[in-house]
């Protein structure tokens, strides 16, 4: 990695992508090299790149408690996201149940939101749910909006609540099993965005009661460009992307061999290190987030106050009077990488939809978000580095708000 000023750089934007696990890129290199095929043929070539595949959806399928029949392979959270929304969409209005009304809530990415902002357009119904401060989402609220959509006349098959598992900016982890158990009490379909979640905390589908739910494989170590959607078997829901028979005609294109490969190897592993990293990862997060608050009055942690219910790697806070990009070139020249909230909204100025929904719409607030997303071999020399660094960032950002970062002096050194 590259390094400023500083001896050190640590990674700390996990939540955005995550390196490739040796054990994934091991698990790869055979189909990056001579074991390259398409299963779609018949000779031995082939055949051995199609028992790769089916190997890694029975394995994925296990660690999602799935069978592997309800494993579909993507391009990524996002396709399985928009996949899940506007195939039931779609599958509504072929079976002439339209028009389909969608729930969901302001804290979802943009994957969820733009999908529903496009299915609108399309006639779709959307109802998007508010959060509370610490971003969840009330079955009292989800229960009243389905009771309306009833009353509006929806008509069975109609409705789809789709509800992230964690939240990306802030670590919020939703009480899935409650909300899917309030929707399908009123006959919906519940999708869950459990791109966050899946390799980081517990993420069996039956527990979580989910029809349909997203994976990514890059945000637990396995290669970007590779995710899944888990179909429960009699989901109504059309193929996104049509063209060959591949994955039962449910999502066309030659599969990424490798690339599933490692996303399964990759989960595999993430699942059967999951405690051990959660509570590694946890016990930083609250020693940073604790250095923070204690370094920098005025600065407020956000998400959950209760550590069961937020993801344990995702530190965020809101720095008043600061801004959040002069916050990222500070942290980066002293070897720090992280983020403003969403990979997503990187570049854009625009204040995160996330923290407006969780109430700070005040612009002195909204400006300064600060996302420290952790890896579960974090040592102990990072955590120390980051207790001491994160809240000098801090300071030298809020007192320098509004100046040119080249001009800033942090720790002795102009940056
Ligand atoms: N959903 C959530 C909650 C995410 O955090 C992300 C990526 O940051 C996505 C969906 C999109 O996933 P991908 O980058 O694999 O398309």
């Known amino acids: 990695m590259e390094r400023a000023n500083s001896p050190i750089y640590i990674y700390a934007d996990n939540a955005a992508t995550t390196r490739l696990s040796d054990v994934a890129r091991a698990a790869m290199l055979p189909y990056l090299g001579d074991s390259f095929s398409n299963p779609g043929g018949i000779h031995r070539y082939a055949r051995a790149a199609a028992k790769a595949v089916a190997s890694a959806r029975a394995t994925c399928a296990a660690c999602l408690g799935a069978n592997p029949r309800e494993v579909f392979f993507t391009s990524g959270g996002t396709e399985s996201d928009v996949w899940a929304l506007a195939g039931c969409a779609r599958a509504a209005r072929l079976a002439g149940v339209t028009p389909l009304t969608i729930i969901t809530s302001a804290i979802e990415h943009h994957a969820v939101l733009n999908t529903c902002k496009s299915l609108e357009q399309d006639g779709c119904r959307i109802v998007v749910l508010p959060v509370d401060a610490e971003g969840f989402v009330s079955p009292t609220d989800l229960e009243a909006a389905l009771q309306r959509a009833a009353e509006d006349g929806t008509m069975d098959g109609s409705l789809l609540v ?6 990306n900016e802030v670590g919020t982890v939703q009480d899935i099993s409650t909300l899917s158990r309030v929707a399908h009490e009123h006959g919906a379909l519940f999708h869950t965005d459990a791109v966050q979640a899946a390799g980081h905390i517990p993420c069996k589908v ?6 349909l739910l997203s994976v990514s494989g890059h945000k637990f170590h396995g290669p970007t460009g590779t995710g899944l959607l888990y179909i429960k078997s009699g989901t109504p829901i059309t193929p996104l992307i049509t063209g060959g028979a591949q994955q039962w005609g449910m999502r066309a294109g030659t599969e990424n061999v490798a690339g599933v490969v490692g996303m399964a190897a990759a989960l595999e592993e993430a699942v059967a290190n999951m405690d051990v990293r959660a509570a590694r990862v946890g016990s930083a997060r609250r020693r940073i987030t604790d250095a923070v608050l204690a370094a920098c009055p005025g600065v407020i942690a956000t998400g959950p106050r209760d550590a069961a219910r937020r993801l344990p790697s995702i530190a965020s806070f809101i720095c008043p009077d600061v801004d959040a990009e002069l916050l990222m070139v500070i942290l980066d020249q002293d070897g720090i990488a992280a983020a403003t909230g969403s990979a997503c909204s990187a570049g854009s100025t625009e204040p995160s939809h996330v923290t407006a929904a969780l109430g700070y719409t005040d612009p002195a607030l909204a400006r300064g ?16 580095y980051l207790c001491e660094h994160v809240p000098a960032c801090i300071r030298c950002a809020q007192a320098t708000s509004g100046g040119d970062p080249r001009n800033i002096s942090l720790f002795g050194a102009s940056v």
């Open 369 to 384: 978000t600060l996302r420290l997303s952790l890896a579960g071999d974090i040592t102990e020399a990072e955590i120390a």
């Open 162 to 167: 789709s509800i992230m598992h964690a939240n």
């Open 206 to 211: 039956d527990e979580l009661g989910a029809d």
